[in-house]
């Protein structure tokens, strides 16, 4: 009854070989006595224990699957419960069904339990996403606090949709490149579901499902995913920021459109105002407008001067899509340069009859997409990421460790009144109480010294000037 | 069939060679007939390419791959494209998940800003992390609901992840990740998701607000971090008589009762389950984990105990649940939330990590499930095979606590609001009223502007939709004059300002 040899060859015994040599499923569909000897002790006593709680379990019917169910997907515990079943033959041969169907998302089951597992654990966020530590935290919460602002400016309205759609809402007739960089999948009730690739689609479901008065004018921030494979060093997640006005017809007396396109550009342009950009810097921005949209609406270029006092560029472009497409880039080369490459900051337009292919009514719609990766490079590029340091206003120390108490209520005290206070909560030394008031730039430092507080008192250091004086508690602010 | 063919030759000359070997099937003529008929005219071709056809051929014989298994999250290919699937959209969002109009996102922003202040206030640092995750950062032994519904697939690399169900472990990743200086006071608003079978009603998904404390061992970090929920349920209107913390300890409670390590999780699991499935159902799952009737029993009593003297009179004064539950009593005193917490022994939470301090929010009219929990964490670093570092923190829903607004009728008025709505007067002035607008806006004033050529009627009742304090007229004779009219919604009141002093 040896096993058979694992991808190391037969002459390798560790237990991960042995394991793993088989593959998952083929393991798990060997007879009790195979898998025992493979398993290490402490693990087939775990598989017992667990097949005992299984058999409980059924015993008292509260299992959440049907039982049935249950044990065709649950290859841990089929051989070691009386009621066996047959394990599903798609588990025998997990090459067969192109690479572990068995285990996809539409199982219910919970998935192995693994000793290994979880010690392997990567510290690095899942490959083509990032964390956020509080560095990038709060450039990211100033970057959308801008986004709300100018949304704020323009009489926008803030909604949000579930980063889970319906993979239907995506799948549309054009063939574009987000089809196939869907990052969709089958849940466990065998719906098919995507993490949305763009805002665009369900806000046109939100549009249709609210019937709310027009012209209605919506913002969003939302993340946003596409599956791309890692050799492109590209991302999978991004953050966008959507503004989008619905019930705006696209009429062809030319104010009115130009104030559709004037709007975009100088929403654009407030946003870069927003992130300090110079004048000069703002004038190698511009703006691509669709050749055909233009055809068709005259004279826009001499309107759009009414909202931008320094718009100095305008690439003609043509290539066409579902949209008409509006796109604000910069060019890499310091001239402005039609054939210089390229990177789109923006990008947005009229999107007439995307309503009606979702089964609703056409309702004209115009928006735009602003993602936060390029706009980011391009900061950094400038070196205009703003100093966002952290900052506590106070920093609040017990001097001796029976005052820990008396200090909690000094830091209290200054919460009610709204100051930002940390509050040093183990007993350590003024040291690295004025290492750690430096580092999170405090501003003052409340100390809770023994016979201060017998008085009523604290003593309180101004950290920029080195000042210091008594005060008394109720007079604290 | 002949008929057929040709309509489709018409539309895509090049799809009838492969539709062709199709048609020798009996099965799939009356489906591609059905697609010709829904197929409209449009601008651009529909552009079925040889792989689209094969996977709708799959697509025809669901039942024999067992549930579509060929059209898993495994497989790389782009999904079919069929008509009728395009315009069966549902305008709802999917099954257990919420949209946020705007109302609704007026709340949710309202709430979070109350959560971001109050980090704030204490000192505290936003992070975030990815939604999705690998799968094997969330399964841990126990036996947690958590991990049953789990809402996990694979990706298109065959790569196992999952949803995140909670923001813990992802925050115990970036620690040992950044190696940061001790202590960290790091807090996170993210959405969290679930899986469970819609017939209980339940949600999917719900936003979570996590504040956790790394790297302080001593019980001051736990009474901090309670002290913050309180600080939060009194900026939002909650108070001491609406809800309260119920607060234990998982130390020697629990172990004394000679668990082993690895089986301490699971004892808690089960303990937790105390209200939700019979007492006969807990001693035997506690019997099935290896604990002695008398164990069991012992156990069971401590677990009513509702009085912090009666603990320390049967665990006795020495060890560390009882020591650590007084002093966070005292700080509770002084940091001035007394009236908010009371022990209470049955508490475990259903989390296998808690080690020590535990505390659970309730809504004291008994109608709401738990508002928010948390507790001490000292080994769950590792167990991702980074070094143990002492941690605490807690999480705290968004659905429970809007429900308890709800129900306390203090839910708050949170209206839209513009400062200005302009509107050209002329067609022609159209552009002078962006001129308006993009002035006022350079001021940080809130603008609506009317981009469409609308009568005066229409744009007052927009105004009071939106709550609009003043409306800017760009009227012809006034922009000649250089000025614009000025009328103040809420008195009436009229006048005509040149532009430049606009304000």
Sequence with gaps: MEPSPGPLGPNCQTWADRHFGLGPFRFWSLPKEKRNYLLPSPLSSLAAHCAQRTTEREHRGTSHFPSGHRHAYDPIFTSYTTTTTQPPSSAQSPTENGGSSGRSGALAAPPVVLEEAVQKIDFNPPKGTRDFPPEEMRLRNWLFNNCRE?????????????????????????????????????????????????????????????LVSLPLKWSAVGQCWRYERMTRGRRRERYQWNMDIVGVPEVTRIGITASDVGFKVSSRKEVLRCYSISENLFGKVCIIIDKRYLEEQGKQLLILNNFSHSLKGLVIRSGFSLMHQLSVALPTTLGFDREGKLRAICDGGRYDHLLSTFGGDDIPACGFGFGDAVIVELLKEKGIIPELSVQVENIVCALDHDLQGAAAKVATLLRDKGQSVDLVLENKPLKWVFKRAARINAQRLILVGNTEWQKGMVGVKILSTGEQYEVKLDELD
Excluded: M, W
Excluded at 171 to 185: S, T, V
């Design 150 to 210: 100018v949304s704020r400016l323009y009489g926008f309205e803030e909604v949000d949709f579930p980063v889970l759609e319906s993979e239907a809402l995506f799948i549309r007739k054009a063939g574009e490149e987000i089809r196939d960089q869907l990052y969709c999948f089958e849940d466990h009730g065998n719906r098919r579901v995507a993490l949305r690739p763009e805002l665009t689609p369900s806000l046109a479901r939100l549009v249709i499902q609210k």
